[in-house]
């Protein structure tokens, strides 16, 4: 038996074969790193493409997310001038002493709103933020919607609380001044409309709630603005 392996290993190497063993055992192996290999970047090439589409279906809610922001804050926008409108309007009316009008109380009303707190909608850059910021692959419209949301947005919300500054104060002196409709929107009409003419303090607060309202549309018109572009940025990159 040993001289038959002896004459075995004789002959195959005389045959050359354990190269040629030695080749097919290579190729064999080279073949299934070749198959992993390709198995490996079909896998890749799907997960590539899965986060594409997901990518471009959390951009496309962000945006819608975006738009909503834009209603909210343009809202706000007209509000506070509205509200500046009738501070004019009850200038105009102290400065030169007019005649009481009950159509006033609306503008008494509108006049000490100064505040209005409230949050941008979020549903779209919340859904972004639990997926992972990092499937977005432009680096640049990354930034700027982090830095829209987390900074930019609350900055303006930290700014509006201003406004709730003299909140219980106000609505005590608002008390003592004024009757308030309830039924009406909660227009204000005056105790003593003469006196309240003559009062300099209500006079100085007026001025001090056009001037909250002013800043905070700046704020407003901040956000809106980097909004605008942001949407602007996501649209070209699509």
């Avoid at 930034?143 to 509006?160: D, P």
């Avoid at 201003?162 to 909140?167: A, E, I, L, P």
């Amino acid at each position: 038996m040993i001289n038959f392996f002896r004459k075995t290993r004789k002959k195959m190497a005389d045959d050359n074969r354990p190269l040629k063993y030695m080749r097919y055992a290579i190729g064999e192996i080279a073949l299934v790193v070749i198959g992993i290999l390709i198995a490996i970047s079909i896998n890749n090439w799907n997960e590539w493409r899965k986060d594409r589409i997901l990518e471009s279906k959390l951009l496309t809610e962000l945006v819608e997310n975006l738009e909503l922001n834009k209603f909210v804050l343009s809202g706000q926008i007209e509000r506070y001038q509205a509200y500046n409108l009738s501070f004019d309007i009850i200038l105009d009316v102290i400065q030169h002493k007019r005649v009481y009008h009950d159509s006033l109380d609306y503008h008494f009303h509108k006049v000490q709103l100064n505040a209005y707190r409230f949050d941008v909608p979020r549903a779209g850059y919340e859904r972004l933020k639990n997926v992972g910021f990092e499937i977005i692959r432009n680096n640049t419209i990354r930034k700027e919607i982090i830095n829209l949301f987390e900074v930019t947005s609350k900055e303006m919300i930290n700014h509006l609380a201003w406004g709730d500054d003299d909140k219980i104060w106000k609505a005590k002196y608002m008390d003592e001044q004024f009757y308030r409709y309830s039924d009406k929107g909660g227009e204000l009409k005056p105790f003593d409309f003469e006196y309240l003419l003559s009062d300099q303090y209500y006079f100085a607060l007026l001025y001090k709630y056009k001037s909250q309202r002013v800043f905070f549309c700046e704020q407003l018109n901040k956000v809106l603005i980097e909004t605008n572009k942001l949407i602007e940025l996501i649209e070209e990159n699509k």
